[in-house]
């Protein structure tokens, strides 16, 4: 049994026939996922993109400039191959798995879809109270686990996650906000399109929002991992729920987690403070794939101290960037494996 030696590693990545450090982030990319993977010679196997849909009771307060009518409708979408999320995982080889977590309209005659409902029409409005039940969000975190489990046991040890959620920039939105002690106005965009209009009722919807929450006196009795639990409860998506516990799981259990952007970085977010005090590394073990064009997302991941990938302009969310960004995974750890060493090539080391 290979025992794994992180100062190896990086010997192993400076003694490639280059010269040292001229592959940029893709020596630093390699030098994570062998540590993630706890090995010199890294691999990549059968790779599971998980889309999770739901629908959110914030959507009621014309926080977007979607109808919710469309989560439904991309999902269905996505079952017969017209999305881009599509096309990416058929470009890109990834087992596209299509998750109802709560939308809004009975998808039971798509059997592509996996049903997983925690309530069916979505989360509550958190303009009044909070989104879900602490019974809802434990069947969230019940069913991250079980998503990534079974891709395991398919084989998988890289996953992406997307999201399908009308209005899911708002919560998100909030949970920057409240995690990084930054104000609202730095952290509201316009979502999928809305206007400068559009933008300042959804900046004054969730401000009143917060505003109640903080009223009720719960960030003053709880801090830390508690706290952080307590605002995914009241402000969370089930989407966005599923996808914070995908993401634990997958840490755990040393799987290539491929983050996406602003409402999946999010969701990293929020689950690196749910295990604050037991992983304080979390992020080191997450890839951040793409910065997209959300108002507050560059931000999010500088406050993060992480770098993303990639930064295309891309606002479509499905985890589409976190597909874009896989040939560039898959370049680092052939690096590892496939590129020559001086000595076996008997070349000089001329650095």
Same mark, same amino acid.
């Given at each position: *049994?290979?025992?794994?030696?992180?100062?190896?590693?990086?010997?192993?990545?400076?003694? $490639?026939?280059?010269?040292?450090?001229?592959?940029?982030?893709?020596?630093?990319?390699?030098?994570?996922?062998?540590?993630? #993977?706890?090995?010199?010679?890294?691999?990549?196997?059968?790779?599971?993109?998980?889309?999770?849909?739901?629908?959110?009771?914030?959507?009621?307060?014309?926080?977007?400039?979607?109808? =919710?009518?469309?989560?439904?409708?991309?999902?269905?979408?996505? /079952? =017969?191959?017209?999305?881009?999320?599509?096309?990416?995982?058929? #470009?890109?080889?990834?087992?596209? =798995?299509?998750?109802?977590?709560?939308?809004?309209?009975?998808?039971?005659?798509?059997? #592509?879809? $996996?049903?997983?409902?925690?309530?069916?029409?979505?989360?509550?409005?958190? =303009?009044?109270?909070?989104?879900?039940?602490?019974?809802?969000? #434990?069947?969230?975190?019940?069913?991250?686990?079980?998503?990534?489990?079974?891709?395991?046991?398919?084989?998988?040890?890289?996953?992406?996650?997307?999201? %399908?959620?009308?209005?899911?920039? &708002?919560?998100?939105?909030?949970?920057?906000?409240?995690?990084?002690?930054?104000?609202?106005?730095?952290?509201?965009?316009?979502?999928?399109?809305?206007?400068?209009?559009?933008?300042?009722?959804?900046?004054?919807?969730?401000?009143?929002? %917060? @505003?109640?929450?903080?009223?009720?006196?719960?960030?003053?009795?709880?801090?830390?991992?508690?706290?952080?639990?307590?605002?995914?409860?009241?402000?969370?998506?089930?989407?966005?729920?599923?996808?914070?516990?995908?993401?634990?799981?997958?840490?755990?259990?040393?799987?290539?987690?491929?983050?996406?952007?602003?409402? *999946?970085?999010?969701?990293? $977010?929020?689950?690196?403070?749910?295990?604050?005090?037991?992983?304080?590394?979390?992020?080191?073990?997450?890839?951040?794939?793409?910065?997209?064009?959300?108002?507050?997302?560059?931000? *999010?991941?500088?406050?993060?101290?992480?770098?993303?990938?990639?930064?295309?302009?891309?606002?479509?969310? @499905?985890? /589409?960037?976190?597909?874009?960004?896989?040939?560039?995974?898959? &370049?680092?750890?052939?690096?590892?494996?496939? %590129?020559?060493?001086?000595?076996?090539?008997?070349?000089?080391?001329?650095?």
């Amino acid at each position: *049994m290979e025992v794994f030696d992180s100062s190896s590693l990086q010997q192993k990545i400076d003694n $490639l026939n280059k010269p040292k450090g001229s592959l940029g982030r893709l020596e630093e990319l390699a030098y994570q996922i062998g540590v993630i #993977q706890q090995t010199l010679s890294p691999r990549l196997c059968h790779p599971v993109h998980l889309l999770l849909g739901a629908d959110h009771g914030i959507e009621h307060e014309d926080v977007s400039v979607s109808p =919710r009518c469309i989560t439904c409708q991309q999902m269905i979408n996505f /079952t =017969r191959g017209g999305g881009g999320v599509n096309m990416f995982c058929r #470009q890109h080889g990834f087992d596209l =798995r299509l998750v109802d977590v709560g939308v809004d309209y009975d998808l039971s005659a798509y059997p #592509q879809i $996996l049903s997983r409902k925690v309530a069916p029409h979505g989360t509550a409005n958190f =303009r009044y109270g909070a989104a879900m039940s602490e019974a809802e969000l #434990q069947r969230c975190f019940d069913i991250g686990r079980e998503l990534v489990d079974a891709a395991v046991a398919d084989g998988s040890n890289i996953i992406s996650v997307g999201e %399908m959620g009308i209005a899911n920039t &708002s919560p998100s939105s909030i949970w920057m906000s409240l995690l990084l002690d930054l104000p609202l106005e730095k952290c509201v965009g316009a979502g999928a399109g809305l206007n400068s209009e559009g933008i300042r009722h959804k900046l004054d919807v969730l401000r009143e929002s %917060m @505003e109640r929450f903080k009223e009720s006196g719960t960030l003053d009795i709880l801090d830390g991992e508690e706290q952080a639990h307590e605002v995914l409860r009241y402000f969370g998506g089930f989407e966005m729920a599923v996808a914070t516990a995908v993401m634990l799981r997958a840490v755990e259990k040393r799987i290539i987690l491929l983050v996406d952007g602003f409402i *999946m970085t999010a969701c990293a $977010l929020m689950a690196s403070r749910l295990v604050a005090t037991r992983q304080p590394d979390f992020l080191d073990r997450c890839i951040f794939c793409h910065s997209g064009d959300e108002s507050g997302h560059r931000l *999010m991941l500088d406050k993060m101290g992480v770098k993303p990938l990639l930064s295309l302009g891309l606002r479509l969310g @499905e985890g /589409t960037g976190a597909l874009c960004a896989f040939p560039i995974v898959d &370049s680092a750890v052939r690096m590892l494996n496939e %590129m020559g060493n001086f000595k076996d090539n008997e070349i000089t080391k001329y650095f």
